[in-house]
């Protein structure tokens, strides 16, 4: 099996907009069931990560597919609350043998809104429960809305970044861990009360990557010396 074709329209996605993917290509044997695994990168940085059932996760897509030339389409609604920048991704799909049927890589540009809609954007309060809703669908994770950011801009929520966003974090080294027993739970306060320090709050200050360094670095040296640094 093989895929031949990937149409994206509109291409790059427009947010808030509806958008079409269609996939085509040449199938050795029926597909009665199946997988697709979805992954998407912004910055080197895996945001997405959901596995789906072939044969339902649309209606455009009826089970079994035969084999053969085929041509799929689907439409869904591409969010309208994800950043602009570059995304990358990979969707792998699979039959019901969990045989790879095709491995399909993208990469979207997204660009950022016009000079008057920024302007408007910034402004616009620094929660979105819209978003919100996002996240919790995915189900990585758990988001709510956070008292420190109510009534929060845009604009006033910038002072807080300090982050290069002009690397690549895919090409940097991975760290690959070892451990012969992980524990089912693990709270360095615990282990570590006299070295493990409160969170700081960087107020106004835009250089979280120095907070967050010197924080852990403090904490591990502390760790390292039993207490005496």
Not at 1 to 20: C, F, H, W, Y
Not at 52 to 79: E, N, R
Not at 105 to 116: E, G, I, K, R
Request: aromatic share 6%; net charge neutral; glycine share 6%.
């Amino acid at each position: 099996s093989r895929a031949s074709k990937l149409e994206i329209s509109p291409d790059p996605p427009v947010k808030g907009q509806n958008v079409t993917v269609h996939l085509g290509g040449e199938l050795s044997t029926d597909i009665t069931a199946g997988g697709i695994s979805v992954d998407v990168y912004y910055l080197g940085i895996r945001i997405f990560s959901k596995n789906y059932d072939a044969c339902s996760m649309s209606s455009d897509v009826t089970c079994p597919i035969k084999g053969g030339h085929y041509d799929q389409t689907v439409s869904a609604q591409f969010p309208s609350t994800i950043p602009p920048g570059k995304y990358k991704g990979k969707v792998i799909v699979t039959d019901q043998k969990s045989n790879q049927v095709a491995c399909i890589q993208f990469a979207l540009p997204l660009s950022p809104s016009p000079a008057s809609e920024q302007v408007m954007e910034l402004d616009a309060p620094i929660l979105d429960d819209n978003l919100i809703d996002y996240v919790n669908s995915i189900g990585e994770w758990k988001a709510h809305r956070n008292p420190k950011f109510e009534k929060m801009t845009l604009r006033q929520a910038k002072k807080h970044l300090g982050t290069r966003l002009d690397r690549d974090l895919a090409a940097a080294t991975p760290v690959v861990l070892h451990a012969e027993a992980i524990p089912t739970a693990f709270d360095a306060r615990q282990k570590w009360p006299n070295c493990v320090h409160p969170i700081r709050d960087q107020q106004q200050c835009g250089s979280c990557w120095a907070f967050g360094a010197t924080e852990a670095l403090s904490d591990r040296f502390c760790i390292a010396s039993s207490g005496s640094v």
